[in-house]
């Protein structure tokens, strides 16, 4: 992932006075991708709709994890079955490798994988695989026996310490070394599973995948972490980002010519600013507060000005909601999708980060969360709506321009202003709301891409209406 090191512009966070940009030429660094993730999405399904996907604007679009996976529930295809379904199933058994090669029960096989890069490539978007090499099944005994003997036996596999459950996840050496949720932690530090592990990253590479997102990242040590007493080296991401070769292999391709993040989750004692001198990371923390925005329907409810991100702005990975906190602890399932649609925007809007929208399950409702329940089926509408595909296009209009964030005094309506060139309107509240807030834009009247509805602007200041959870994207001339 190219890394963007400038501090992050200053935000006015309220309408206040905002200085004008004094020209229109490119004057910042910008990240202008988004990325679709096709959550449970098989790689037929994916390669059936790269036109739409591409028309919608995303530039990567991003799988689930395709390693051979552990089969429970006899194979069932459910999302998340319950006892007496007639179908059953978990989405979360392709996230117990029990090796590592392409192609598994519930997505589909290689070939099936390559047809959907070759898609992907026709369109010009780029995939991302989810991937995770940190740990193995629950059921460790369903390691398949080319794994085992890959790596110099079943014991070679894991870390000593990997059978220790985590008692404290702020402890580095727990937290890179032992059991997490029951999954065993795999020794990262062998150099004989780095070079079985990068084969297949290098097989991913060469059937078409662009990009990565490594699952549970924080769990991988750094050289700054404590060993465990089966590695001599923390070295995992050097190795997983070509900076050195592990018995003669290096990754294909160069790290910067991949789009490359980890899911580096945030708490008191993570190394956030270590891991993004190696790979993109996660803004947690930014989506949790931009949820609280939409739970309570004003931008003054959270602190959006701030990344709160000690890595720098242009390497995060945003998000309004991940597939974790949808379908593992539910913590964004009952919002609207008519509030996500606004946090889309708003993010999708801003200079920096780059924004990764989580594809919901077709025919989910804010009381049925996973809809029809069915494991390779395409996600809902939500992903091509109107409103988020003129945030995806307005994002990449916007290159190179600054960002300025001011909002109505009392929180309903937040304006994202990029240079002279355009702005974004979002109420995030469910009534009709009065605007008067700071903007760069210049003097003049505007008029919403999608609708038609009118703005003005005049002594730095935009006024309108805006409609109930509703957004506007406005363009200069």
């Excluded at 009247?445 to 209406?465: I, R």
């Amino acid at each position: 992932m190219k890394k963007n090191l400038l501090p992050l512009l200053a935000l006015a966070a309220a309408a206040v006075s905002c200085s004008p940009a004094k020209d229109k030429n490119p004057v910042a660094e910008t990240q202008d991708d988004v990325i679709l993730h096709a959550w449970s999405w098989s790689f037929d399904t994916i390669a059936a709709n790269m036109k739409d996907i591409a028309e919608a604007g995303y530039a990567y679009v991003q799988t689930s994890p395709a390693n051979t996976c552990f089969v429970g529930e006899n194979g069932g295809m459910a999302l998340f079955s319950q006892p007496g379904d007639s179908v059953m199933g978990k989405w979360y058994y392709y996230y117990q490798p029990i090796d590592w090669k392409v192609g598994n029960h519930l997505l589909g096989d290689r070939d099936q994988f390559k047809a959907m890069a070759d898609s992907a490539a026709k369109y010009g978007v780029k995939i991302i695989v989810d991937v995770l090499p940190n740990h193995t099944a629950v059921d460790h005994t369903a390691v398949l026996p080319d794994l085992d003997a890959a790596v110099g036996g079943h014991d070679k596999l894991f870390h000593a310490n990997g059978f220790t459950p985590i008692t404290e996840w702020n402890d580095r050496y727990q937290c890179t070394t032992g059991e997490m949720g029951g999954l065993p932690d795999v020794n990262t530090e062998n150099p004989d599973f780095q070079h079985y592990y990068l084969t297949y990253v290098n097989d991913l590479i060469n059937l078409g995948a662009r990009g990565f997102r490594y699952d549970t990242a924080k769990h991988i040590g750094l050289p700054s972490d404590p060993l465990d007493s089966l590695a001599e080296r923390n070295n995992f991401w050097d190795v997983a980002t070509g900076r050195e070769a592990v018995k003669g292999l290096m990754l294909a391709l160069p790290a910067d010519s991949l789009f490359i993040y980890g899911e580096v989750l945030q708490d008191k004692n993570v190394k956030e600013d270590e891991y993004a001198e190696y790979i993109g990371t996660t803004a947690s923390n930014y989506g949790h507060a931009l949820r609280t925005v939409l739970e309570h329907g004003s931008y003054n409810a959270a602190d959006l000005a701030d990344w709160n991100s000690k890595a720098p702005a242009g390497t995060l990975v945003t998000w309004v909601e991940s597939h974790d906190t949808y379908a593992n602890a539910h913590e964004s399932a009952a919002i609207p999708d008519e509030a996500i649609r606004m946090g889309w925007v708003f993010l999708t809007a801003r200079q920096n980060g780059t924004p990764l929208f989580f594809s919901r399950p077709a025919g989910s409702s804010r009381t049925n969360y996973w809809g029809n329940n069915r494991i390779g089926a395409r996600g809902n509408d939500e992903f091509k709506h109107p409103e988020v595909v003129a945030a995806n296009k307005f994002r990449r209009a916007m290159h190179g321009q600054p960002e300025s964030v001011a909002a109505t005094p009392d929180g309903a309506v937040a304006v994202v202003s990029r240079g002279e060139a355009g702005a974004a309107v979002v109420n995030f509240s469910d009534s009709p709301a009065e605007v008067a807030a700071a903007t760069t834009l210049p003097a003049g009247d505007y008029k919403d891409a999608l609708t038609g509805a009118e703005f003005t602007v005049s002594q730095g200041v935009l006024k309108g209406t805006a409609q109930p959870l509703t957004s506007y994207i406005l363009y200069a001339e």
